[in-house]
């Protein structure tokens, strides 16, 4: 798939089984590919620029969010390119690429190498690495590497390279999802905390919500930073969720909102049957009693879709923002 903004080249979806069985097609039905496109699209990836050297030394690059690792052992990735990309027969005979990792801030970056700008290298900053191809500076992680091997499959062509160098920074990633970039607050940013800050959790247990009581109102239970499993925090919302008698592994992310200068995140978990925390059954939770409009509308939304196995990523402020779905049909613009 060829390199065009706003639409990023190369979707990419996830072994198992579809989160959502509205997804499944009849067997015998005929396939549809803007379907099939559109059901690649649920997959939540993050953004790269990946960039190599013509025969002539000059760099080229192209957007692509197709990547993945393949070996810790040894090291190695895999970024895909269609056979009818401008710089299809680069990647077809160079000797060496890099991929760098696209932080929130560089939404810019990943428009302009996802066009046919001939220029492309001359409007961005990035250096040599060590394997001779151009990394982008400021990424959030970048990898250099030789290739290790090319595999043709379909209409693309499969670039796998062994990892001689790489490195990471902190920043918020750039998401992509449906055709349109989201923003992520940086999981380092969780675990550090912060006064603009809050991470929290809805913690199910067999059709019961963790909530905590102060002062006659309830709310979910928050920090200002999250944490990590095993150690001794209480004042991160890990160490909050052991001194409930909940303590649980966090899943995925459920909501992400900014109110009154406060960047939020909540994330989705089940409580193990042991958990001792003080769970009520949604349809007796006191709504009136939840105060703060933000987490109200916000498990107001987690009962709707847990009904519905249809669970989605909020993202946006506390009163607007958007819903990005596993699948089609799902309106926008609802609050958190």
């Not at 302009?112 to 990394?135: H, M, N, Y």
């Not at 990424?139 to 290739?147: K, Q, S, V």
């Not at 509308?297 to 987690?302: A, D, E, G, H």
């Not at 909020?314 to 049909?329: D, V």
Request: aromatic share 8%.
């Amino acid at each position: 798939m060829k390199p065009n903004a706003p639409s990023l080249p190369n979707s990419t979806a996830g072994e198992g089984e579809s989160p959502n069985p509205t997804l499944d097609r009849n067997s015998q039905a005929p396939f549809d590919p803007a379907a099939y496109r559109h059901a690649l699209g649920s997959f939540l990836t993050g953004v790269t620029v990946v960039a190599a050297r013509d025969a002539e030394g000059a760099p080229r690059g192209f957007t692509a969010n197709s990547f993945t690792s393949v070996s810790l052992d040894p090291p190695l990735i895999l970024v895909c390119i269609g056979d009818h990309a401008h710089s299809y027969d680069v990647f077809a005979s160079c000797e060496s690429f890099a991929v760098s990792v696209l932080a929130a801030a560089q939404r810019e970056t990943s428009n302009l190498f996802a066009s046919k700008a001939p220029d492309k290298f001359e409007q961005a900053d990035w250096r040599e690495g060590v394997a001779g191809a151009p990394i982008i500076d400021d990424a959030l992680g970048w990898f250099d590497c030789t290739i290790h091997d090319r595999v043709i499959a379909g209409d693309h062509l499969i670039l796998i390279g062994r990892v001689e160098a790489f490195g990471e920074g902190e920043a918020a990633p750039l998401g992509f999802h449906r055709g349109g970039y989201v923003a992520l607050s940086d999981a380092a940013d969780a675990r550090r905390g912060g006064d603009a800050l809050r991470v929290g959790a809805i913690v199910e247990q067999q059709g019961a919500v963790l909530l905590v009581e102060e002062d006659g109102q309830l709310s979910l239970p928050s920090a200002d930073r999250l944490g990590r499993d095993g150690e001794d925090d209480p004042g991160s919302l890990i160490g909050l969720l052991a001194a409930l008698g909940a303590a649980t592994a966090l899943g995925p992310l459920f909501s992400a909102y900014e109110q009154a200068g406060i960047q939020h995140l909540f994330y989705r978990c089940e409580a193990p049957q042991e958990a001792t925390g003080r769970f009520i059954a949604f349809d007796q939770i006191d709504w009136d009693r939840i105060t703060d409009p933000a987490e109200r509308s916000m498990l107001k939304r987690y009962a709707g879709e847990r009904e519905s196995l249809g669970f989605g990523i909020y993202l946006g402020g506390a009163e607007q923002g958007e819903i990005h779905h596993s699948r089609p049909g799902e309106e926008n613009g609802r609050k958190a």
